[in-house]
């Protein structure tokens, strides 16, 4: 009713069975699930669930720090035919680039464009046609 189209589902928040029935739930609602995971073990739970989309958090929940290659490495993990979604600390048009060149399918921009006083122009910026 107000608008949304995907649900955000976090693996470490939720167990197998939660899982598939909030997919389940976001399916009949006709909403996407974007799983979130952030280990080979939350990414084979995601799969085995049947996320058809998984995004990868490149923030270390634990200490806040941000690193694209440590996870990009569970790109591999995801079958082809899954949408990957490379997800928090994206700034620039390169971290898009570099994220882009792994098989990063889609990004989720958020930190960045909340923080950002001119919410247009980060958007812009970092929009694909900008570059």
Same mark, same amino acid.
């Given at each position: 009713?107000?608008?949304?189209?995907? %649900?955000?589902?976090?693996? $470490?928040?939720?167990?197998?069975?939660?899982?598939?029935?909030?997919?389940?739930?976001?399916?009949?609602?006709?909403?996407?699930?974007? %799983?979130?995971?952030?280990?080979?073990?939350?990414?084979?739970?995601?799969?085995?669930?049947?996320?058809?989309?998984?995004?990868?958090?490149?923030?270390?929940?634990?200490? =806040?720090?941000?690193?694209?290659?440590?996870?990009?490495?569970?790109?591999?993990?995801?079958?082809?035919?899954?949408? =990957?979604?490379?997800?928090?600390?994206?700034?620039?048009?390169?971290?898009?680039?570099?994220?882009?060149?792994?098989?990063?399918?889609?990004?989720? %921009?958020?930190?960045?464009?909340?923080?950002?006083?001119?919410?247009?122009?980060?958007?812009?910026?970092? $929009?694909?046609?900008?570059?």
């Amino acid at each position: 009713m107000l608008g949304a189209s995907a %649900v955000l589902l976090i693996c $470490s928040l939720l167990d197998m069975e939660q899982l598939k029935r909030y997919m389940g739930i976001c399916g009949r609602l006709g909403l996407s699930s974007l %799983v979130e995971a952030h280990t080979d073990r939350e990414v084979a739970m995601a799969a085995e669930a049947g996320a058809h989309i998984i995004g990868i958090n490149n923030r270390n929940l634990g200490t =806040f720090e941000v690193d694209f290659t440590k996870r990009l490495r569970l790109r591999k993990l995801v079958d082809r035919g899954t949408i =990957f979604v490379a997800e928090s600390g994206i700034r620039t048009p390169e971290d898009i680039e570099l994220l882009a060149e792994n098989q990063v399918d889609a990004v989720l %921009v958020g930190e960045t464009l909340m923080r950002a006083p001119d919410k247009r122009g980060v958007s812009e910026n970092l $929009s694909p046609g900008r570059w």
